[in-house]
């Protein structure tokens, strides 16, 4: 079985005026299994958001090798492989929530009763059955970013690109997405790459951490986590001790020392 | 207290404007000596003698008399006539500027070097007077005949309106295409459509906040081009034309120059009303997500 990513030695160089040229990724290796949760993280300018619009085909790379599910990007996103949301969660606004889960489908020439049996099994999926008829202006924070994640299950894709989903909720929202994440991970079985600026967010969520760092922006670890299965990952795993140790490793992956007091939780 | 008044109350407002409006003239009138007021020769404030200003009553009571003499049409039959003649005219110019404006927006957000090519000529296409056009457009057309089709002085006019009125429409459309936010442009590009289906999904819903302030301003314009160049073509039967012809009578008959002058507001309100309808029934794309 194919992996559902597959990145050799891939490397971006952004060109510049006059000859100057910025090196956001360098010979960047990574492998991602079918079902697997893999975080990308590190600080800004890292070529993590670089590394996903790779993946996701809406830029390419000036050398090396990208494949998802053994296909090029570009054919993998013509076949629509993967679902990808970003930080805004990009919703129509003249859309309804039931518009805007189905927008995917109805412009591929899905047909009217299966796609609404598709955005029905979605909004429950997602908690938001009684709002299919609203709008995103009347929608919190979170809510628009649950809708956002329906849409890109829309079409049942094996790999889930997301390019930091929760980055502009707060804490408590953010805490309740990721809960419900690992248990939408486990219904659709999907794969899934998760670029995060937070250390516990990545923990938590992850089967592995994928630590970067800038200038040039290449991978400088890779961290197991895996903190067992959907079921046991709950609000307890967060005070949980193999949660802290995974904590404090990818905080030393990312700072290139110890950190003493590693139970000290950053949020971020 | 709620956030958007009943349109009884809106209504009520809008009455209450007009009703300012007089008062302030009235008062104005009332108060102000009938000579103005003069200051070492210059004249600081206007004349409120019944020539320069007259009274409100009598404007509108000059509309139900006879234009001419006592005998012969009202004076609001030929302004009315006057005025549909001219909406005619601008209603067309409206549809020929909407139509440019929007062809040239979507030209120009397609290929960038379209936008860095011709919007310069869009700008500068505006500060060119309409005076200046007007005998230009009318010697063209002279020449233009195809088929039975005759090229008419009303043709012009109508060119000339629709000059000004795609100036918005370009401006305010090639803004609302460019509207989209980089995620939505990103997420087209996902699902792997092509530039007509992402215009079709995204960029035309997109910019209706911008279309239709541009399609309002382009009404307007239409309007004001329409009146303007019926003056400098010398096109009988509009509006433009009885401003200037009753303007000759000012001193004997001080209330009729503003019979045409009321035409030309009516045909602006029943342009802008259009527009507002347009609007409705474009609402649902007006609404706007708030931030996550």
Not at chain 1, 226 to 240: K, N, Q
Not at chain 2, 237 to 250: D, M, T, W
Not at chain 2, 271 to 289: D, H, T
Request: with cysteine; hydrophobic share 50%.
């Amino acid at each position: 079985m194919s992996s559902a990513v597959e990145v050799r030695a891939v490397s971006r160089t952004f060109g510049g005026r006059k000859g100057a040229s910025v090196t956001a990724l360098e010979s960047v290796d990574l492998s991602v299994a079918p079902g697997e949760f893999v975080s990308l993280i590190g600080p800004s300018g890292c070529g993590k958001s670089t590394l996903l619009r790779l993946i996701a085909d809406l830029d390419t790379p000036t050398s090396g090798e990208l494949s998802v599910f053994g296909k090029p990007a570009r054919q993998a996103r013509v076949d629509q492989d993967y679902g990808i949301a970003f930080q805004q969660a990009g919703l129509l606004p003249w859309k309804t929530v039931t518009g805007n889960i189905e927008l995917p489908l109805a412009l591929h020439g899905v047909g009217r009763s299966e796609r609404k049996a598709r955005v029905s099994e979605l909004l429950e999926l997602i908690g938001l059955t009684d709002f299919a008829g609203h709008y995103p202006d009347q929608l919190s924070g979170g809510m628009q970013q649950r809708v956002a994640i329906a849409r890109a299950l829309a079409e049942s894709p094996k790999l889930l690109l997301m390019d930091e989903p929760f980055g502009a909720l707060d804490e408590m929202t953010r805490e309740r997405m990721q809960n419900e994440l690992v248990r939408i991970c486990a219904e659709t079985q999907a794969a899934v790459v998760f670029v995060t600026h937070s250390i516990p967010e990545a923990v938590f969520l992850s089967d592995r951490v994928v630590v970067m760092s800038p200038r040039p922006g290449r991978i400088t670890d890779v961290i197991d986590v895996s903190l067992g299965g959907p079921a046991e990952r709950d609000d307890s795993l967060r005070e949980d001790e193999a949660f802290f140790r995974g904590v404090a490793k990818v905080r030393e992956a990312l700072h290139g020392v110890p950190v003493a007091g590693a139970r000290g939780v950053d949020t971020r | 207290m709620t956030r958007r008044s009943a349109p009884l109350g809106r209504l009520a407002l809008g009455a209450l404007g007009i009703a300012a409006v007089i008062g302030v003239w009235e008062a104005y009138k009332a108060v102000a000596p009938d000579t103005g007021v003069v200051i070492g020769g210059t004249t600081v404030l206007p004349r409120s003698s019944d020539i320069a200003m007259p009274h409100v009553w009598d404007m509108f009571s000059r509309l139900s008399d006879p234009v001419i003499g006592t005998i012969g049409d009202t004076m609001w039959q030929t302004v009315l006539d006057a005025g549909l003649f001219t909406l005619r005219i601008a209603a067309f110019g409206w549809i020929i500027g909407v139509v440019v404006g929007f062809a040239l927006a979507l030209v120009m957000q397609r290929f960038t070097i379209a936008e860095a090519a011709v919007l310069p000529w869009i700008v500068l296409s505006q500060t060119v007077p309409l005076i200046a056009i007007a005998p230009l457009v009318r010697r063209w057309g002279s020449q233009i005949t195809i088929g039975g089709f005759e090229w008419q002085s009303e043709h012009s006019v109508a060119v000339i309106a629709a000059y000004l009125a795609f100036f918005p429409v370009a401006v305010g459309v090639l803004r609302g295409l460019k509207a989209p936010d980089a995620t939505h442009v990103d997420l087209m590009h996902t699902y792997g459509i092509g530039w007509w289906r992402t215009l079709f999904s995204l960029r035309l819903p997109a910019s209706v906040p911008f279309l239709l302030p541009a399609l309002r301003l382009a009404a307007a314009s239409a309007v004001i081009g329409t009146v303007v160049a019926e003056v400098s073509i010398g096109l009988r039967g509009g509006v433009g034309r009885l401003i200037i012809e009753y303007a000759q009578s000012a001193s004997s008959d001080p209330a009729k120059p503003w019979a045409p002058i009321f035409a030309a507001i009516a045909v602006g309100l029943v342009a802008a009303a259009f527009v507002g309808l347009l609007g409705l029934a474009l609402k649902p794309y007006r609404r706007s997500e708030i931030p996550a």
